[in-house]
């Protein structure tokens, strides 16, 4: 049976909510709860057991996801009191793992999008016998990352969390938060305090002598940490660049949801999703983004790489690009967003209030 452990917790996920009603890995990506993919992603890989780590809003999950039977996993969900951090997530979660001492033990980073061959990880992690395996993926800039750089053979020479200075910029190469953990690696992480397993296990581990082998590829990869890059991951589950098997309904240009209402001239492209029950009037033209339930576009706006959270109201001709606007809020008739915008949850925008074109 192949295992895995999922990480949803820390900080970073509770900081930069998209919404009042959801915590970020719920709220949906192409119309079902961003995590359901990475879920959906694992069984299809032959993963049966997965032990969901969070250090908060565990009440969330479970009721969701139950014993995961839906999609055909056993799902666990364990609980810390305080953060853990990425290793001390792992190691408190060893006890829930069936396997033997030598078997692999998946883990996956709980924001990432990816395309990820998962059984060749594994594959090639049994062929090179290696302590640890690490997805790894080329990025023009990698100082918000892992920097993981290789020998020739693909074996990991060192492991930079977060590079600082220009000098520890030694490669493109980073780490795409997806292991292949040996089953004893994972008891050997010291218990009951916080570890990271980016600044403490891996520079140990290399220290120490143990064999990290890094697996580079080109398939689709993001790190939705940023609402802009969650828009842009859910454009890419409809549109089929992300591949998915969570994704309800066919891909194409958009995916529009139970209960919307969508004027018959309005006009969806580049991967939207339009929520439950949400409503587009005529001649709106939305490109790119998300609207959750309910949320409401009235006639002739424009809405192009932004986050409508639920129940929030675009205003008729406003034009809203690139920006965020929080679940119940009210963007009034002809105001122009754009440029990481973020609308408050509830706050009400009169007409034309904030605009970016000249009076005439
Ligand atoms: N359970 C639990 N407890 N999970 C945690 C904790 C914690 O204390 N801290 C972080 N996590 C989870 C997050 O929810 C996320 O899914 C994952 O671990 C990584 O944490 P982030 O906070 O998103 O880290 P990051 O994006 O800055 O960096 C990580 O991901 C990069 C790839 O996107 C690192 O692993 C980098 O090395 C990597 O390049
Ligand atoms: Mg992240």
Not at 150 to 175: C, H, M, S, W, Y
Not at 235 to 247: E, H, K, Q
């Amino acid at each position: 049976m192949t295992e895995a452990i999922l990480l949803v917790g820390g900080k970073g996920t509770r900081l930069r909510p998209l919404t009042v009603h959801t915590p970020k890995p719920m709220v949906p990506a192409a119309g079902v709860p961003f995590l359901t993919h990475q879920l959906a992603r694992a069984r299809a890989a032959g993963v049966e057991h997965i032990v969901l780590a969070t250090s908060y809003l565990a009440e969330v999950f479970e009721p969701y996801f139950g014993d995961g039977s839906a999609l055909g996993l056993e799902i666990e969900y364990v609980t810390e009191r305080e953060p853990l951090g990425t290793g001390g997530a792992i190691r408190n979660v060893a006890s829930r793992l069936r396997c033997g001492d030598d078997d692999p033990v998946l883990v996956f980073n709980g924001d990432i999008l990816t395309g990820l061959d998962i059984p060749a990880l594994v594959a090639a992690h049994d062929e090179s016998g290696a302590d640890v395996s690490l997805h790894l993926t080329r990025v023009p800039d990698p100082r918000a990352f892992g920097l993981v750089p290789t020998d020739p053979t693909g074996r990991v020479t060192a492991f930079l969390e977060k590079p600082q200075t220009p000098e520890e910029i030694v490669t493109d190469q980073i780490n795409a938060g997806a292991y292949v953990f040996r089953r004893s690696v994972i008891d050997r992480i010291p218990a009951g305090r916080p570890v990271s397993v980016e600044r403490e296990t891996f520079p140990e581990l290399l220290a120490a002598g143990a064999h990290l082998q890094g697996m580079v590829d080109s398939t689709y990869w993001l790190d939705l940490g940023t609402p802009q890059a969650f828009v842009r991951g859910s454009a890419d589950l409809v549109l089929g660049r992300a591949p998915s098997p969570a994704v309800p309904g066919r891909c194409g240009d958009s995916l529009v949801l139970d209960g919307a209402a969508v004027a018959p001239d309005a006009k969806l492209t580049a991967g939207t999703v339009v929520g439950p029950g949400a409503a587009v009037g005529a001649g709106a033209r939305i490109s790119g983004s998300v609207l959750l339930a309910g949320a409401t576009v009235e006639p002739g706006a424009v809405v192009t790489d932004s986050f409508v959270g639920e129940g929030a109201v675009i205003g008729t001709r406003a034009t809203v690009h690139d920006s965020v606007i929080g679940d119940g809020a009210a963007v009034g008739a002809d105001n122009e967003l754009r440029s990481g915008a973020r609308v408050w949850c509830d706050a009400v925008l009169p007409a034309g209030a904030v605009r970016f074109s000249s009076d005439a």
